[in-house]
DNA sequence: ATGATAATGGAAATCATTATCAATAAGGAG
DNA sequence: CTCCTTATTGATAATGATTTCCATTATCAT
């Protein structure tokens, strides 16, 4: 319908977001993209570098960390922090998407958990509250990070 | 009334838990503390180093960080990650505490907001969550973190 | 196809946090 | 209170993730 629509010549459909924001598209961005699209995997810049070294072997882990920041940047792909002292990225379908999850951290062994559950519930606590906090503090929410800490089943059996 | 308690002697509530889990107590660990218990800011391991040094000239940074490390594995103390390159610490008065709070943080300029509000109606909900996740996931939940994160009321301002 | 300039990648630089290790101090035993 | 074992400290070096630089290359509007 649209008649900027480029489907069916192997474009991405992130193509026109990438150059809505004035950035170029290039292939490294495009293989970054590609890896980030295909895992449910919480991968971390080095990660993905060595997964791209097959294909790109010239691919250089600076450009990685870019891409990221980019992608970040754009609304792409969310960072996060899980303690493990290397940044994680994961691909985003927003905080309205119905894949949007939060995690479950194993303080233990670094597990990471994906959860849906209760997210229903708690989209409605988290309008409430963010629409309260706007206005008490003025603040212009765009994002929020919810994360539960403890023990995987296994390194609760383990410790015992 | 209790009769271990050491009251009016010049030692801080914090001895007997640091004591209670075989650590023992020094004067570098008595000064983190008194700085901690003292502010409602959100001090990196070098901020605390910098306050400490006219007090104590030699303290070295090396202990700081081992100190704030025990205190965050006794839980006197939360660690934050607020995406500026360092670590961020502040007194914990666990979970379940009337003090226990969240945060705001500006994407902007990094300002840091405490908020206590909603936050009873948020309990009620991290207690119905985590008590569904603790079921399907086998997962021993400790703790938890929520942050919201957007534009603070001067750079919404700046902004337009 | 051409040119302006954004993007890349290799190497060096940053900088917060850790590891080492000899010197010091806490605190239980006597 | 003194002694002794051993946890703790502090100076320094090492680590390691992320950035900065800059000359080379690739994108894409014209
Ligand atoms: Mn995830
Ligand atoms: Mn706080
Ligand atoms: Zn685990
Ligand atoms: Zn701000």
């Known amino acids: ?11 991405g459909w992130w193509h026109g977001h990438i150059r809505g924001y004035g950035y170029r ?31 790109y072997p010239n691919i250089g882990l600076t450009t990685i960390y ?10 792409l792909v969310y960072k996060f922090d899980f303690g ?21 951290v194993c303080t233990c062994c670094g597990k990471i958990t994906n959860y849906t559950d209760f997210i229903d519930k708690e989209r409605k606590l988290l ?10 503090f003025n603040f212009k929410i765009t994002n929020h990070l919810i994360q539960f800490y403890g023990l995987c089943e296994k390194c609760n059996k383990d410790e015992k």
């Open 127 to 136: 309008n409430e509250t963010e629409m309260g906090l706007s206005k008490k």
């Open 25 to 55: 598209m290039t292939a490294q961005r495009e293989a970054v993209l590609e890896i980030m699209t295909k895992t449910r995997e919480h991968l971390s810049a080095e990660d993905i570098y060595h997964q791209l070294h097959n294909l």
């Open 1 to 11: 319908m649209q008649s900027g629509c480029r489907r069916g010549r192997g474009l």
């Open 66 to 75: 870019r891409t990221l920041e980019l992608l970040v940047d754009t609304g």
């Open 84 to 104: 493990d002292g290397r940044a994680r990225y994961e691909i985003s379908e927003g905080p309205d998407s119905p894949d949007h999850h939060h995690h479950l």
